[in-house]
Structure formats: C-alpha cells, structure tokens
C-alpha cells in the first residue's frame, strides 16, 4: 500500500536479493490509469552505502540504454525518503533455474528443443548489450558479467527476458563500481579468463551461457566442486564433461555448438553471442 513519488504503489513482495527485494506494483496515472509494474528497492543498509547506491543507478543506467524484447526493460528510478527504486517492466513466469530444478525434483529431462529456444532468447538478450553503439557510432559493448540460471527468466507469453545487469562492465561507466582484484559473478559460470584475472569480455558472456545451457539439459551446474577451491580449479582447467554422455538424445549439432562456447580460448569460441543464437 506504500506509494513512492507519488505514483509507485507496492503492492506485494515477489522476491528478495541480496542487493534488493522485487515487488509487484502499480503504476497511477490521471483519471484512473494503472499499470502493473516491478519496483526493485534497494535494501536500506545497502543505500547506506556509497559504493553500493552508485551501482544500484549504474544498474538502471546501464539496462535503460538497451532495446531488447529479451532485456526487461527499465521504466524509472526513483529516491523517496532515502530509499532507492527501479521501475521495471512486470515479468509474469519463472526464472530457469526454477524451471530446471522442477525437472530435476520430477527426474524428469528437459526438452532440447526448448533449452535451445531458451538459448537463443539469452543469446538474443546479450547481443543487445554487446553490441550497444556509443555516442559517437561506435561498438561499446556491456558486458553482463552475471549470466546464471536466476537471471533468465521465462515468461508465460513464451518469452526469455535476461534481467540483473548489476555486475554489469561498460566502459562509459561515470565511476568504477568494481574494486581493483575483486571478482563478480556468480563463480560456477565465471569463464577461465576471469578465474585467471582477466579482463571481462562479450566472450567470456558466451562462455556462461554455454554453461547454463549444459545446466539446463543435465540439470545441475557443470563447475561445481565440493568446496570453492575445487570449483575454482574446475573453472581454471576448463574440465568440460562431454554432454552427450549425460543426454544422448540431444543431437550432436546442438551439443557441438554448445561445446564450442565452452572452450577454454575466447578466441576459440563463437565471434559474437548473435553468431551463436
């Protein structure tokens, strides 16, 4: 029931992060206009925080230059009373890793075909943000750094929507949200060039979603050790375990395009995510 700026009603809690909870919304417009809305607020002890709130805007920022049907989009940001908001765009569905791990408690397997639609709308998604123009013409790729299971989300119209560019890297950044040696991202989908301390690429997005779509047709994550440091050397060595001897009945064609994003070499992989898709 709370209204934020006069117009932004929070209706219910839909989920929470660790940078923010999402709630269902309503948008209030004159002589009786509503709309459905996702209004991310950001957690107050975190709005505290500098360096936390300058990612939280570099976020919207970041997300707004984007013009996708696989990107949500992002409507308005908002300060009320010292507490930060996003205005995104309602997503009704469920996010993969859900998706997936609904199959998993059925042991039941995913279809291909729909992990590879799945793929393609991720792909699709990335391609956006890869191939964002800057102000004078040219390619200034963002790079999101974060693509997981929970970040794809699937929606009932049959739609992919890539969301959280939090972690996002974009050169035109006003400051540098990313302390120097620190790495982000989830680590299971970190590609080996990160892990070695790399800089952040295109590529190194392809290699993730190569991961997650290996993910989705075995139904857990490809580098998962017992404990960080195994994972890390998992990551580091680039132990890709062959998916067709998990799922024999997805075609060599699909699993070679998928083994490709999984090369150790970004050079190796795909030239781009919409050569891939």
């Avoid at 709309?35 to 500098?50: C, D, G, N, S, Y």
């Avoid at 035109?172 to 790495?183: A, L």
């Avoid at 590529?203 to 440091?229: C, H, I, M, Q, Y």
């Avoid at 050397?233 to 998928?258: A, E, K, Y």
Wanted: proline share 5%.
């Amino acid at each position: 029931g709370t209204v934020i700026a006069g117009r932004y009603e929070l209706v219910e809690l839909a989920g929470r992060g660790g940078m923010a909870d999402v709630w269902r919304g309503r948008v209030r417009g004159d002589r009786g206009f509503t709309r459905t809305v996702a209004i991310k607020q950001m957690h107050r002890v975190l709005a505290e925080q500098p360096a936390y709130v300058k990612m939280f805007i570099e976020e919207a920022r970041v997300v707004s230059l984007l013009d996708s049907p696989n990107v949500a989009e992002v409507y308005d940001f908002v300060v009320d009373k010292n507490h930060y908001y996003m205005v995104l765009e309602w997503i009704e569905g469920i996010d993969l890793g859900t998706w997936i791990r609904w199959h998993r408690e059925r042991r039941e397997d995913t279809r291909w075909e729909l992990v590879a639609g799945i793929g393609v709308g991720i792909l699709r998604g990335l391609a956006a943000a890869h191939e964002r123009h800057g102000d004078f013409g040219a390619i200034d790729p963002i790079v999101h750094r974060d693509v997981s299971p929970h970040n794809v989300l699937l929606t009932t119209r049959g739609m992919v929507k890539m969301i959280d560019f939090g972690l996002a890297l974009a050169s035109d950044r006003s400051e540098n949200t990313t302390d120097p040696g620190v790495v982000k991202g989830k680590m299971s989908y970190l590609a080996p060039e990160i892990v070695a301390g790399g800089r952040p690429v295109p590529s190194s997005d392809v290699f993730a979603t190569g991961s997650v779509l290996w993910e989705a047709l075995v139904g857990r994550k490809l580098f998962e050790g017992p404990n960080d440091f195994e994972t890390y050397r998992m990551l580091r060595d680039c132990v890709v375990q062959p998916l067709r001897t998990h799922r024999s009945d997805v075609p060599s064609q699909f699993s070679n395009i998928i083994h490709r994003a999984l090369t150790p070499t970004p050079a190796e992989r795909f030239p781009s995510a919409r050569e891939m898709a």
